[in-house]
Structure formats: C-alpha cells, structure tokens
C-alpha cells in the first residue's frame, strides 16, 4: 500500500481482515476530524480494500476528548472510533477512576446484549 498522509497511517490488519486508518492529532477532538476520517475511509474502499476484507475502520487519536462532540455524532456506532492518548502520566485516582467507570460500560454491555 502507498497511501500515507500526514500523521495519518493506514494498514491491513490480518486479524481483523479489514484496513485500519490510524490518524494521530495533537489537538482536543474536533468534528471536522470526522470528515476528515470518512474521506480516508472512503479513499481506502475504492482504492485499496481487497476482495473478501471487511470495510475499513478509522482510529482518531486526539491529545484530549470531547466526549459531548463524540456521543452527538455517534462515533461510538459508526466505522469511526476516537480515543485520547496522555501526553504526561496522570494520577492514580485518575486511573481508578478510568478503570471503574470501564467495568461500569462492560457490565451495562454485558446485560444489554444478553
């Protein structure tokens, strides 16, 4: 594959059989993030993806969240997953915090589907 953007990557991952766009942002979560994503996800549909592999998905890495933006575009449902990445080590009531509310989601999940 010869498709590399500016701080933004795209390979195949085996496992999963589909493409994964990885874009790297030194900035909070911003919607045009979004739209800059589903054009590379649509570049790699028409242009890259292989016959039998999954639709790409995108990974939007931002130095913080914007958990309000995030939940109204539904990001969470859609082929785009956005995830904040620490540029200096937190506390660990920050991480007792992180991991409680994770169990919380996974248990909410867990009945849901069930």
């Not at 999954?54 to 990001?75: F, K, R, V």
Request: with cysteine; aromatic share 8%.
């Amino acid at each position: 594959m010869n498709w590399i953007h500016i701080k933004t990557i795209a390979y195949e991952n085996d496992e999963l059989k589909r493409l994964v766009a990885i874009d790297l942002k030194i900035a909070k979560f911003k919607v045009q993030y979004k739209a800059q994503m589903e054009l590379y996800l649509r570049y790699l549909q028409r242009e890259e993806m292989q016959p039998g592999v999954e639709n790409p998905i995108g990974l939007l890495l931002c130095s913080a969240g914007n958990t309000e933006h995030i939940e109204l575009l539904m990001l969470d449902e859609k082929e785009i997953k956005v995830a904040q990445y620490l540029t200096e080590l937190p506390s660990k009531q920050w991480f007792a915090e992180k991991l409680h509310r994770a169990l919380e989601v996974a248990k909410m999940n867990k009945f849901e589907n069930e």
